[in-house]
């Protein structure tokens, strides 16, 4: 008898453990006024540090009017670009913790064309000349697997603060793929661009609010 409670008591607590993870990953992201993030809503991406910037919004350069990358606004006034959000699961209408999901900023419209169909505003992942990975645009939405891979992100949450996050590049929708996984950072150009990218020394703690 003893022995059938002590198993039934672990039982227990690594179905609890397992509830618990399973909660933990699927929690809803909140925004700044703790109200839950849904797709197809516009909202503004912004610093939670002030002082080093504002919002994140859509870059081109010099003449090319297709847009090229993501950068941080330089004054921490200017909320940036705002964007909408579409999980993986076409069915899902709340943004939750680090699921995979595409991002697209809102309101300008680009006539570029793109490799494989791509939307000048959806983000994505690209190589630089340097080598450092940056976030680009030419991405697409939806049709998870290896051909999109590089167009999903995930948002995870920040311990101690108070609705703040970081994005991820880390998918899980191809099982037989293996990105280079890692925080999204700011990176600054000799010429002052900063511009969002993978793998920097920090990740860029971000607060989401509703446009």
């Known amino acids: ?3 059938t409670i002590i198993l039934f008591s672990f039982l227990l607590v690594a179905l ?3 509830f618990l993870v399973a909660s933990a990953a699927n929690d809803k992201v909140l925004d700044i006024d703790g109200q839950e993030l849904r797709t197809g809503t516009n909202y503004y991406i912004l610093p939670v540090v002030r002082g080093n910037g504002g919002g994140l919004k859509i870059y081109s350069q010099g003449n090319n009017q ?11 006034v200017d909320r940036g670009t705002p964007v909408t959000f579409s999980p993986v699961n076409p069915e899902e209408h709340i943004v939750r913790e680090s699921s995979d999901l595409n ?4 309101g300008p419209t ?5 490799k494989n169909n791509g939307e000048p505003t959806v983000w994505r992942i ?6 450092q990975i940056f976030i680009t645009l030419g991405g697409s939405l939806g049709d998870p697997g290896s051909t999109t891979i590089r167009n999903w992100f995930r948002i995870e949450k920040l311990e101690g603060g108070n609705n703040w996050y970081k994005f991820v590049y880390c998918p899980g929708v191809c099982e037989t793929c293996r990105p280079v996984c890692g925080d999204l950072g700011i990176v600054i150009e ?6 969002l990218a993978l793998n920097t020394e920090k990740p860029f703690q971000v607060f989401f609010k509703k446009a």
């Open 126 to 131: 690209e190589s630089g000349d340097s080598g």
């Open 190 to 195: 000799n010429s002052g661009t900063r511009r």
């Open 103 to 106: 991002v697209k900023f809102s």
């Open 110 to 114: 680009f006539l570029c064309s793109y």
């Open 16 to 18: 609890l453990n397992s």
């Open 66 to 76: 297709c847009p090229i990358g993501v950068i941080q606004e330089l004054n921490e």
């Open 1 to 3: 008898m003893k022995t």
